[in-house]
């Protein structure tokens, strides 16, 4: 009888264990700051599309910035994207928005956490993994 209690008390902790470790691994931050953001996704599919030329990602990406703009610069932003997406050249969008919004943006928001888009959440290792390759 205390073997069965034991046994059974075993199984259940390893399986505890299991689904503690499946659930800890499955967390992905949903919220970080615009520079986290842009060194986690944006950097990498820019680093694909420049060797592999591949502009999927940094396309998705892309369409989501402006969302992450400040309420009162959504609409530059977005006709910042647009512009160099119309032309093929999404790798200069980076820099446009740079030079016109980053010292502004870095004294306002600088920490302020944004919103992740949950169909962007698995890009980064999509993209290190095809850039192995």
Request: positive net charge; aromatic residues 10%.
């Amino acid at each position: 009888m205390k073997f069965k209690l034991l046994l059974s008390l075993l199984i259940f902790l390893s399986a505890l264990g299991f689904v503690l470790n499946a659930e800890k691994k499955t967390n992905v931050s949903t919220e970080m700051n615009l520079h986290d953001f842009m060194e986690e996704y944006t950097k990498p599919a820019t680093k694909l599309y420049d060797k592999k030329e591949n502009a999927d990602y940094l396309n998705k990406i892309l369409e989501k910035v402006p969302d992450m703009a400040p309420e009162d610069q959504k609409a530059e932003w977005k006709e910042i994207i647009d512009a160099k997406l119309a032309v093929g050249k999404p790798d200069e969008t980076c820099k446009s928005c740079h030079t016109k919004f980053k010292k502004e943006y870095k004294a306002k928001f600088r920490k302020k956490l944004i919103p992740i888009p949950e169909e962007l959440l698995g890009f980064p290792k999509e993209i290190k993994e095809l850039l192995k390759k």
